[in-house]
C-alpha cells in the first residue's frame, strides 16, 4: 500500500507541475548531452593520444657494425622479452639506406654510399611503459647491452604529447563537473518549487503523524521519473548527434574508418546516459526535499 501510493503520488506530482516537471526535463537533458559529448570526446581524444603517443614512444635501438646476424637476433629476442614493449622490427643496412633516401629525397644524392647507416630495431613501446620515466628508463637499460652502439628517440614529443594530454583531461573533467552540478541545481529548484507549492498539504500530513520519510518518497520518485524522461531524450539526442559526428569524420577521411562507439555499440553510452539521469534526479531531489521538508511548520 505505501509502496503504490508512492508511485501514484509521485506520478501525480509529475502532472500537477507539467510545465515545472517539463522544463526540469529539457534543462537535466540539455546537461545530460552535454555531459555524453564530452565523454565521447574525450573518449575519442584518448584514442588519438595513445596512438600518438605509441607514434612517439618509437625507440631506435643501433647496432654496432661489426655485429653479426646470430648475434642481431639474439639482441631482438631479448628486446621482444623486456616488459612493456609491443613490437619490435628489424631494420637492416639496406633498408635503412632505402628509408634516408626516400626521407631525404634529392640531398641524399650528396652521399655517395648511405651504406655507412647501421642497422637497427624499432621497438613500440605501450600501455605505461610508453610514458616518459618508463621510455627514459628503458633506453637507460638497453644502451648498456653489448653489440648495442645507441639508443635514441623523441623525447620532446614524448613529453609534450603527455603535458597536452594532461591539459586536455584536466579541462574536460572541470567542464563535466560544472555541467554535473548545474543538472542537480536545476532539478533540485524544480523539487523545491514543487514542494512549496503543495507546503500546505505537507503541513497537514505532519499534523496527522506522517513522518519526513513518507513524506519525501513521493518527491523522490517524482525526481527518478524526471532524470529517467531527460535520460532517454538525451540519449536519442547524443544518439543522433554523434552519429552525425562519426559520420562527418567517415567523409572527411575520404571513406575511411573512424572510431565509432565505446563498445562497438550505441546502447551502452545511451544506458549509461539514461542510468546517469536517474541517479542525478535521485540526488537532486533527495537534498532538496531533505532541506525544504524540515521548513515547513506546523504553526
Same mark, same amino acid.
Given at each position: 500500500? =505505501?509502496?503504490?501510493?508512492?508511485?501514484?503520488?509521485?506520478?501525480?506530482?509529475?502532472?500537477?507541475?507539467?510545465? =515545472?516537471?517539463?522544463?526540469?526535463?529539457?534543462?537535466?537533458?540539455?546537461?545530460l548531452?552535454?555531459?555524453g559529448?564530452?565523454?565521447?570526446?574525450?573518449?575519442?581524444?584518448?584514442?588519438?593520444?595513445?596512438?600518438?603517443?605509441?607514434?612517439?614512444s618509437?625507440?631506435?635501438?643501433f647496432?654496432?657494425d661489426d655485429?653479426?646476424?646470430e648475434?642481431?637476433?639474439g639482441?631482438?629476442?631479448?628486446?621482444r622479452?623486456?616488459?612493456?614493449? &609491443?613490437s619490435?622490427r628489424?631494420?637492416?643496412?639496406?633498408?635503412?639506406?632505402?628509408i634516408?633516401?626516400? %626521407?631525404?629525397?634529392?640531398? =641524399? &644524392?650528396l652521399? &655517395? %654510399?648511405?651504406?655507412?647507416? $647501421?642497422?637497427?630495431?624499432?621497438?613500440?613501446?605501450?600501455?605505461?611503459?610508453?610514458?616518459?620515466?618508463?621510455? #627514459?628508463?628503458?633506453?637507460e637499460?638497453v644502451?648498456?647491452?653489448s653489440s648495442v652502439?645507441?639508443?635514441?628517440y623523441?623525447?620532446?614529443? @614524448?613529453? #609534450?604529447?603527455?603535458?597536452?594530454?594532461?591539459?586536455i583531461?584536466g579541462?574536460?573533467?572541470?567542464v563535466?563537473?560544472?555541467?554535473?552540478?548545474?543538472?542537480?541545481?536545476l532539478?533540485?529548484?524544480?523539487v523545491?518549487?514543487?514542494?512549496?507549492?503543495?507546503?500546505?498539504?505537507i503541513?497537514?500530513m505532519?499534523?496527522?503523524? #506522517?513522518?519526513?520519510?513518507?513524506?519525501r518518497? $513521493?518527491?523522490?520518485v517524482?525526481?527518478?521519473?524526471q532524470?529517467?524522461a531527460?535520460?532517454?531524450v538525451?540519449g536519442?539526442a547524443?544518439?543522433g548527434?554523434?552519429?552525425?559526428?562519426?559520420?562527418f569524420?567517415?567523409?572527411?577521411?575520404?571513406?575511411g574508418s573512424?572510431?565509432?562507439? $565505446?563498445?562497438?555499440?550505441p546502447?551502452?553510452?545511451?544506458?549509461a546516459?539514461? =542510468?546517469l539521469? @536517474?541517479?542525478?534526479?535521485?540526488?537532486?531531489?533527495?537534498?532538496?526535499?531533505?532541506?525544504?521538508?524540515r521548513?515547513?511548520?506546523?504553526s
Open positions: 500500500m =505505501a509502496l503504490s501510493y508512492t508511485i501514484l503520488e509521485g506520478l501525480a506530482g509529475f502532472r500537477r507541475a507539467k510545465l =515545472a516537471a517539463a522544463t526540469s526535463v529539457a534543462a537535466l537533458a540539455i546537461a548531452v552535454l555531459i559529448i564530452f565523454a565521447l570526446l574525450g573518449w575519442q581524444g584518448q584514442n588519438v593520444a595513445e596512438t600518438l603517443r605509441q607514434r612517439a618509437e625507440v631506435e635501438v647496432l654496432e655485429t653479426s646476424p648475434t642481431a637476433t639482441v631482438g629476442d631479448r628486446l622479452g623486456v616488459a612493456g614493449v &609491443d619490435v628489424y631494420i637492416s643496412r639496406q633498408e635503412a639506406s632505402e634516408f633516401a626516400q %626521407d631525404f629525397g634529392a640531398e =641524399a &644524392d652521399y &655517395d %654510399d648511405a651504406q655507412f647507416l $647501421p642497422a637497427s630495431y624499432r621497438v613500440r613501446l605501450g600501455g605505461d611503459h610508453a610514458s616518459p620515466d618508463s621510455l #627514459a628508463a628503458f633506453v637499460a644502451g648498456g647491452w652502439d645507441e639508443v635514441a623523441d623525447r620532446a614529443s @614524448v613529453e #609534450a604529447v603527455e603535458r597536452n594530454l594532461r591539459v583531461s579541462v574536460g573533467l572541470a563535466a563537473l560544472l555541467v554535473v552540478v548545474a543538472a542537480l541545481l532539478v533540485g529548484n524544480t523545491r518549487l514543487s514542494i512549496y507549492a503543495r507546503r500546505m498539504l503541513r497537514t505532519k499534523l496527522v503523524g #506522517a513522518t519526513n520519510g513518507f513524506i518518497r $513521493p518527491f523522490l517524482e525526481g527518478v521519473i532524470g529517467l531527460a535520460g532517454v538525451a536519442l547524443l544518439w548527434l554523434y552519429g552525425l559526428f562519426l559520420s569524420i567517415a567523409s572527411a577521411d575520404g571513406g573512424a572510431v565509432g562507439w $565505446p563498445g562497438g555499440s546502447l551502452p553510452s545511451i544506458l546516459l539514461v =542510468a539521469g @536517474v541517479v542525478l534526479g535521485l540526488m537532486a531531489s533527495s537534498v532538496a526535499v531533505r532541506r525544504f521538508i521548513q515547513v511548520r506546523l
